[in-house]
């Protein structure tokens, strides 16, 4: 579990991050969601250490990140899983080698035992005969499959993921998201996404953190999010066209069964 | 004035880093091996090139310059092997070598950071300088075999414009070249060269490490890279020339 206390950060005079706290639960997906400026690149940043908070704390099942020594920082990160938004792969390795990465430095394992588990995990991802390709031989969507790949070879106990499904067809964003909740449950995870992807939202958002100008302004889960009647997350949920035509259709049902009810209360 | 010496402390404070928490010796191998091929044996084609050259050019220069019958023609020989084992190996192949093996460092750090590669590694808690900069100075301990070559080849260029080009016997090209050697310029170029190197390996992964942007800044970076890394070239060739050679 991570636990956030009152996290604040500051880029010169911009305020991005204004007091949040929240936690993220293992083996749930963890979904931070918000407009772009919202502050939740920054805020998975900033859980991640890449920036410093300059105020509040954040702890990893009970160890507080800024209190830890250089050595026990570096430690905690071999126990984090990063899928970025262009998903980083190293361009100048293999898929293999990009997934084997984290075992060759961070274990003693013999090169045997790296290759199984390197097939293990694209296995698990469902990525076959694409080994020896480099990153710019396959397509995105396999490349954020590396990226999962390499991000759980380690057995992480945190993963964090940065819009995995950005530039991604519908069809496959579904694919990576099943995929993040489906290895969430099996290694019982501590899993956070940013994204504003509501069709995520939706399918795999356990615990939804809505922020709106670096302020925690909701949290839910992906069924709440619907009912809630906060205008600043309808606004976000039904800001695209589908989801607009979606909530009139419903409104309109809704209205075409309050007056059918209304019209048989009448007759009875 | 404040930014500049803002940067020159951020790029000792890099340097500091980069010999912090070594990277496993399993993964390091690999990564010297593959620089050495990339900065010093991918190098060797257009240092070789040049070299040949510039020695014969210098050859040529210094036997049309010398109009009065009383010097002697081996002059040419000595006069090649003086600037081309002082000053033409060592520093004119490292400007050259600035702009090729610094460019190429510069713009494939600049691309990984663009790429957040960077930030992957120290996601996972790897050490990214030492990971990138150290494999580069490792490799660059073998520049001064680069620039041995390259003396060698300047001599032979101006051996072969001289002899060939009829302005020297090749009796007088040997004697010229024999003469009145002093061993101490030897160690005087090869520590420069030494030196060098470490400003080849560092200053243009300074830019590459600490550049933000896109695409753009990486080609930006290159060329302030570049800009950089021969100032510090010539700075640092005057401050060694004026200690050891005044």
């Known amino acids: 579990m991570i636990e956030v206390k009152d996290i604040e950060k500051s880029f010169g005079e911009s305020k991005v991050l204004k007091g949040i706290s929240t936690t993220f639960e293992s083996g749930k997906t963890n979904l931070i969601i918000g407009r772009s400026g919202s502050g939740k690149t920054v805020m998975l940043k900033t859980l991640l250490g890449i920036h410093a908070p300059d105020a509040g704390t954040i702890s990893f099942d009970g160890r507080i990140y800024g209190e830890l020594t250089p050595d026990e920082k570096r430690a905690l990160r071999t126990e984090i899983g990063m899928v970025f938004q262009g998903s980083a792969l190293f361009d100048s390795m293999t898929v293999e080698q990009n997934v084997a990465f984290p075992l060759r430095m961070f274990t003693n394992k013999k090169t045997k035992d790296i290759s199984t588990r390197v097939n293990e995990v694209l296995d698990r991802v469902n990525l076959k005969d694409a080994n020896r390709k480099f990153p710019n031989e396959i397509s995105g969507g396999m490349q954020k499959r590396v990226a999962i790949a390499r991000a759980i070879v380690n057995n992480p106990k945190y993963l964090f993921c940065d819009e995995p499904n950005s530039g991604l067809d519908p069809e496959t964003s579904i694919v990576i998201d099943e995929l993040v909740q489906e290895i969430t449950k099996e290694y019982n995870i501590t899993t956070v996404i940013n994204t504003h992807d509501m069709n995520s939202v939706l399918q795999i958002g356990e615990k939804i953190v809505f922020l709106k100008n670096g302020i925690k302004e909701w949290e839910g889960n992906n069924e709440e999010i619907l009912e809630t009647r906060n205008k600043s997350i309808v606004e976000f949920v039904y800001s695209s066209d589908l989801f607009k035509k979606v909530r009139e259709s419903l409104l309109a049902e809704e209205e075409e069964n309050h007056n059918h009810n209304h019209n048989n209360d009448k007759k009875a | ?246």
């Open chain 2, 1 to 246: 004035m404040i930014k500049a010496l803002n940067q020159i402390g951020r790029y000792f404070l890099m340097l500091k880093e980069v010999f912090n928490k070594p990277t496993k010796w399993v993964v390091m191998k690999p990564l010297i091996f593959k620089e050495v091929d990339d900065l010093i044996v991918g190098s060797m084609g257009i240092v070789a090139f040049i070299s040949f050259f510039i020695g014969g050019v210098v050859a040529i220069q210094t036997a049309l310059n010398l109009t009065n019958p009383l010097i002697p023609k081996s002059l040419i020989a000595f006069a090649t092997r003086q600037s081309v084992i002082l000053e033409f190996a060592p520093t004119f192949i490292s400007i050259i070598m600035a702009g090729r093996a610094g460019s190429y460092i510069t713009s494939s750090i600049g691309t990984m950071r663009v790429t957040e590669q960077i930030d992957a590694l120290e996601v996972m808690g790897v050490n990214s300088l030492n990971y990138l900069v150290f494999p580069k100075i490792i490799a660059f301990l073998l520049y001064p075999f680069v620039i041995s070559i390259s003396m060698f080849l300047g001599i032979l260029g101006g051996w072969f414009a001289g002899v060939y080009g009829g302005f020297i016997s090749n009796d007088e090209f040997i004697g010229g070249i024999q003469r009145e050697f002093i061993p101490f310029h030897i160690f005087y170029a090869f520590f420069k060269t030494f030196l060098f190197g470490f400003i080849l390996a560092t200053v243009p992964s300074f830019h590459g490490f600490y550049m933000k942007g896109g695409a753009l800044e990486v080609g930006k970076a290159s060329t302030t890279a570049f800009v950089w890394t021969s100032v510090a070239v010539i700075l640092v060739n005057y401050i060694i020339t004026t200690l050891l050679l005044s």
